[in-house]
């Protein structure tokens, strides 16, 4: 297969300069349906965003959608993930303690990780993802006495390490299983968390970089942003899997295009990320784009990013290639299974 991915520079400045007007809001991830309070001990706060964070990806089994209703509320994806966990956390926040994590067997995921309604769903993977815990579990306890906190202090506030002396956070979280993606997909967001939520403070902030999942990838391409070459593009359009050695390629491509969109956007990377993460999840989704279909409604984005109303028409169109160009609208993320992103 014909591979290349590379960043068109005059399209990540349209995008970033169109992203100057929308002027995206970012979120506090103080919603008391997914996250702890911010009155909450800093040591349980951590713990829950790192062991989490860990297990964020792809979550509905093969031909199913983890989804359903929780308390008379409906959930889906990532979504019902987090507000499992938290039902979890205030039922018992020594669930999360690292010696607990490193026993917690497939059997504890599949019982906390299942809904019931409308129909019995468990998310996809569960002893994977107890695996992913499990490490993380006995690795932060035995090098860092079981405190996620401790392991920031070390870093020296660093996300990068600036010598061979101290390791900054992405060496550090690279060693447990779950963060060893190397375009640190799962690292970058835990940052944006534990910033946000003012657990951590980084002295390097311009190495802070997007996390790069299936939802950013598909937001890349269709606005043109990153160009891959035509026996690529056909391997996405048509659905067809591609290797993990080309998947870590194009991510990289996307999470620079990113940072140069960020750069004329003059907003941080990870705030330009709340909105494309919902953006991509419910409007530019990978089987009906508003482009194609218009718009669902049923809109974070809006309501909740935007300080002025998108008026039910796609707020990218105005500089995105997939608006005039339909073919770009048919173009979806690898097809990979990997606990990455």
Known sequence: MD???????????????????LKPEAEDFLDDRFFPS???????????????????????PPGKSFEGFVDDEYFQGADLLWHLALRKYRENPGFFE?????????????????????VRVTIRNPSQRADLLSDCGQKLASLYGGSVLTLLN??????????????????RLAGFKAYEDPVRKKSFLLLKFIIRRRLWTPEDPENLRIPVDNHLIRIALRTGIVKVSYGFEETLRDGHAITAANDVV?????SDAFSEVAHYA???VLELDDFLWHFGRLCCTAAS????QGCSTRCFVATELLPSSCELQCPLAEACTANTE????????????????
């Open 154 to 171: 070390q870093t020296k506030n660093r996300i990068s390490a600036p010598s061979s002396n101290v390791l900054g956070l992405l060496d």
């Open 3 to 21: 591979f290349s991915a590379n960043i068109s520079s005059e399209k990540a400045r349209r995008i970033g300069l169109h992203f100057r007007k």
């Open 98 to 118: 690292p010696l607990q994590m490193a026993r917690i067997t497939t059997k504890d995921v599949e019982n906390w990780l299942t809904v019931y309604q409308p």
């Open 250 to 254: 194009l991510r990289q491509v996307v």
């Open 38 to 60: 911010a009155e909450e001990d800093s040591e349980n706060v951590a713990r829950f965003f790192f062991f989490i964070t860990g297990i964020d990806h792809r979550t509905s």
């Open 289 to 292: 784009p508003v482009c194609n």
């Open 326 to 341: 339909i073919l770009y609208r048919e173009i979806k993320e690898p097809k990979l299974d990997t606990w990455y992103y």
């Open 266 to 268: 003059k907003q941080p």
